[in-house]
């Protein structure tokens, strides 16, 4: 069977398709600045590539214009819409409406849209995406994939906020985490790695890019994850503050003169190592701040190690031992003065970290940055969030 997994975005429309016999990517691309001037579709297959020029004024003519990609001479890979099978959609958030994967219903959709405060840039964006999908492909199931879902697991303990029980109630203020195929993928590959059942291990995976967030996996399963109620929380990000003290919020909106959402727009946006370095928020630029000896850039990345690191300790404790450390995600796997912050001085949990290893550059494959005999296994595993959506579309089908 061959699955179109979809990614909607406020403006945007990425997409691949998938052969699920072999896994394989068929086609992949993405449509850019929907319902703007200046719309156009980016379209792989077959090893070409092709841009297609044409107005995009909602997202059921851009899924209209990807069939005919997929369709098309040149980069098309199928001669007909009925040889996709289904459609996996990447949902950001899932509240406490749904657990799982979930097939769309007309209920299911009416639900979907109780999500929406939940992720306001995000939510609405994929519910979007699915109704041109559906309107376009009307015979082809679908199925809502949520980032959250993997960490479904997390105990009260872990999930909860320290407020009022009935207010958790009432609103569904907990933790909900993200990132969660990206944990669910590298969990399962580290463990196939290592010739283990996932039953057998302890991990932690470090899903380290622009957003970020640090799961720990027990048994294969999410028993707490670093992300909140919302992405803004766990580590400082490329521009989010990460976890801050409310009151502190409060006071820094009074002293700015910002509203509440002023305030939260601040945190997401004007905060974390591009805050701190006041140079970027991209690692790559604070290496090379930190190379030409700029000591905020290098003070942005020596925060984003430690409360990394400080998040693998707690999460060996919460777990009571640790097997294993995974790497991913474009920070995970590219930025070696990150990988060596978070580990070293990690020995009194049995890591012994294998320097020369890490500053290999990144080929794409698994590696292991921890030494021979090493108690705790240290890997870089790529992630494939498409790939999970796939699977978990066909295996709901
Ligand atoms: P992601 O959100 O997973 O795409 O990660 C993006 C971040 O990874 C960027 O902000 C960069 O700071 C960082 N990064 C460092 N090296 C690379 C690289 N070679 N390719 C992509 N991202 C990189």
Request: hydrophobic residues 35%; glycine residues 12%.
């Given at each position: 069977m061959k699955i179109l997994v979809v990614n909607?975005?406020?403006?945007?429309?990425?997409?691949?398709?998938?052969?699920?016999?072999?896994?394989?990517?068929?086609?992949?691309?993405?449509?850019?600045?929907?319902?703007?001037?200046?719309?156009?579709?980016?379209?792989?297959?077959?090893?070409?590539?092709?841009?297609?020029?044409?107005?995009?004024?909602?997202?059921?003519?851009a899924i209209e214009l990807v069939l005919h990609a997929?369709?098309?001479?040149?980069?098309?890979?199928?001669?007909?819409?009925?040889?996709?099978?289904?459609?996996?959609?990447?949902?950001?958030?899932?509240?406490?409406?749904?657990k799982k994967t979930t097939l769309v219903t007309p209920d299911v959709l009416k639900t979907l849209e109780e999500t929406f405060e939940l992720a306001p840039l995000h939510n609405p964006a994929a519910a979007t995406g699915?109704?041109?999908?559906?309107?376009?492909?009307?015979?082809?199931?679908?199925?809502?994939?949520?980032?959250?879902?993997?960490?479904?697991?997390?105990?009260?303990?872990?999930?909860?906020?320290?407020?009022?029980?009935?207010?958790?109630?009432?609103?569904?203020?907990?933790?909900?985490?993200a990132h969660g195929t990206s944990h669910k993928f590298v969990s399962a590959e580290a463990a196939k790695y290592l010739g283990k059942k996932p039953e057998q291990l302890k991990i932690v995976t470090c899903h380290l890019g622009n957003g970020s967030s640090i799961t720990a996996v027990d048994g294969g399963k999410?028993?707490?994850?670093?992300?909140?109620?919302?992405?803004?929380?766990?580590?400082?990000?490329?521009?989010?503050?990460?976890?801050?003290?409310?009151?502190?919020?409060?006071?820094?909106?009074?002293?700015k003169g910002l509203s509440h959402s002023e305030a939260i727009t601040y945190l997401n946006k004007k905060c974390g190592v591009a805050g701190i370095s006041g140079v970027s928020s991209d690692f790559r630029d604070l290496e090379a701040g930190f190379e030409r000896g700029d000591e905020r850039c290098a003070l942005a990345l020596e925060m984003f190690s430690y409360q990394t690191k400080k998040f693998v300790g707690a999460y060996a404790a919460a777990m009571g031992g640790l097997d294993c450390i995974v790497f991913t995600a474009g920070i995970g796997e590219n930025t070696p003065i990150v990988r060596e912050g978070v580990c070293a001085g990690l020995e009194f949990l049995g890591v012994e970290f294998d320097k020369e290893a890490n500053k290999k550059k990144n080929d794409g494959s698994i590696r292991e940055l921890s030494a021979k005999g090493s108690k705790v296994k240290v890997l870089i595993i790529p992630t494939n969030e498409e790939l999970v959506i796939a699977r978990e579309t066909a295996e709901l089908l």
């Open positions: 909607a975005g406020s403006s945007s429309l990425k997409y691949q398709l998938i052969d699920m016999q072999n896994e394989k990517v068929l086609a992949k691309g993405g449509c850019e600045r929907i319902g703007i001037d200046g719309s156009f579709l980016k379209a792989k297959g077959n090893g070409e590539e092709k841009i297609y020029q044409k107005e995009l004024p909602n997202h059921k003519v997929l369709q098309d001479e040149g980069v098309g890979v199928i001669k007909s819409m009925d040889e996709i099978g289904a459609v996996g959609h990447r949902v950001v958030a899932s509240g406490e409406f749904f699915v109704k041109a999908c559906m309107e376009v492909m009307p015979k082809t199931p679908m199925a809502l994939v949520f980032d959250t879902s993997f960490h479904a697991t997390m105990p009260e303990k872990a999930y909860l906020y320290g407020i009022d029980y009935d207010d958790y109630k009432k609103y569904g203020v907990r933790k909900y985490g999410c028993v707490d994850t670093s992300m909140g109620f919302t992405p803004l929380a766990g580590v400082l990000m490329g521009t989010r503050s990460g976890d801050i003290d409310a009151s502190a919020v409060e006071f820094l909106a009074r002293k």
